[in-house]
């Protein structure tokens, strides 16, 4: 199975490892990073991206800054400065700084115990996916029926967003291997094409039959009955719910209500946001005009012409039929609140 992230112990020469996620599928081409600020650049351009594997980069990105501090003599102001450059580094998926400060409550202990945690973190989500994997498709099977089902899925959930294995992703693979699924509508999700480019290759590689359509095409599909649930991940999920998740996934939610079939949100408990009481509190990330404007570095648009590039959109959660984590299945739409109540 394809690793997006991976700590490579090498001495002086210890580096992430990571998939530059913009080259696939044409090139499976791997980074060596070794500064923060490499790693910061290859967030920030989504080589490595999906919130669960953001929190891990969060985790070994403290590692990283005590690893190139040591190298270059940094103060400990300088550590902590660099520490917080990789926790800002995309504001809207909970997990990166999640993952940064967790690791960071260790600095004190040195280098090999915040390494030891990142370790930690990345395990943690492997084994959250699998298990959420597992309670997503018994309940979507017990809600629908025990048959195979029709999918539609938006972005790109799979092990190339987490550490390993994936989320929606996940749910949709554990249906397969059951033998309970028989197609999925893959969204392209424009701009940067996370669903034609990564998730057609996920699903393509693991033998599960799918169609790529158009993003405009997902709330037909689901008004014309041709799918039986939508799946995606998340970003960060508030205390009452709300998920923000790639730009378009508001659409899926809104036909699947209209429609009457379920709208299923999977993410590790890490991308929960206890502290956060609703959606409205949610920063969402804005991208920039070329992404929109531009096609394999080709403009489009005439000279002047400017774009909108929200990189996330947010569901209320009373439009989510479930939302899975390691820890269960809450019926979002009919459970009480606060959903998630901050750990006491
Ligand atoms: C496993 S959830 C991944 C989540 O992250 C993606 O955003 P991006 O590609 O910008 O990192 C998208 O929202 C996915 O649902």
């Known amino acids: 199975m394809v690793r997006a992230i991976e700590w490579i112990d090498a001495g002086t020469e210890s580096h992430i490892r990571l998939l530059d996620q913009t080259l696939l599928p044409g090139s499976e081409t791997y980074l060596e990073v070794s500064t923060v600020d490499s790693l910061i650049d290859a967030i920030q351009r989504l080589a490595v991206r999906g919130a669960p594997a953001l929190g891990t980069s969060g985790g070994y ?3 990283l800054a005590l690893h190139e501090g040591a190298r270059k003599g940094w103060t400990a102001d300088e550590v902590k400065q660099n520490i917080d450059a990789v926790a800002n580094a995309r504001p809207t998926a909970v997990n990166l700084a999640w993952g940064a400060r967790r690791a960071e409550t260790f600095v004190a202990e040195g280098f ?41 899925t ?81 970003d960060r999920i508030t205390a009452n719910g709300d998920t923000a998740n790639k730009v378009g996934s508001v659409a899926l939610a809104l036909a699947c209500a209209r429609k009457g079939i379920p709208f299923v949100v999977a993410a590790p408990y890490s991308t929960v946001d206890e502290a956060t009481t609703t959606g409205d509190d949610i920063e969402i990330e804005e991208r920039s005009d070329a992404e929109v404007l531009e096609f394999a570095g080709v403009r489009a648009a005439a000279e002047g012409v400017r774009a909108f590039n929200p990189a996330f959109d947010v569901t209320p959660h009373d439009l989510i039929s479930a939302i899975v984590t390691e820890r269960g299945v809450v019926e979002a739409s009919t459970a009480p609140q606060p959903l998630f109540p901050q750990a006491s």
């Open 61 to 63: 990105g403290v590692a």
């Open 112 to 152: 090999e115990r915040v390494l030891e945690e990142a370790h930690a973190i990345g395990l943690e989500d492997e084994r959250a996916n699998r298990e959420l994997s597992k309670l997503g498709a018994d309940w979507l099977l017990a809600q629908i029926g025990d048959r195979p089902l029709r999918a539609v």
């Open 154 to 234: 938006h972005c790109n959930t799979g092990a190339l967003a987490t550490t390993a294995w994936g989320t929606a992703y996940g749910i949709l693979h554990e249906l397969h291997l059951r033998g309970r699924l028989e197609m999925v509508y893959v969204d392209e999700t424009r701009p940067l094409l996370q669903g034609t480019r990564l998730t057609s290759w996920e699903l393509k590689n693991d033998g599960i039959p799918h169609l790529v359509e158009v993003d405009g095409a997902a709330a037909s599909t689901i008004l014309r009955g041709l799918v039986d649930f939508a799946v995606i991940g998340a």
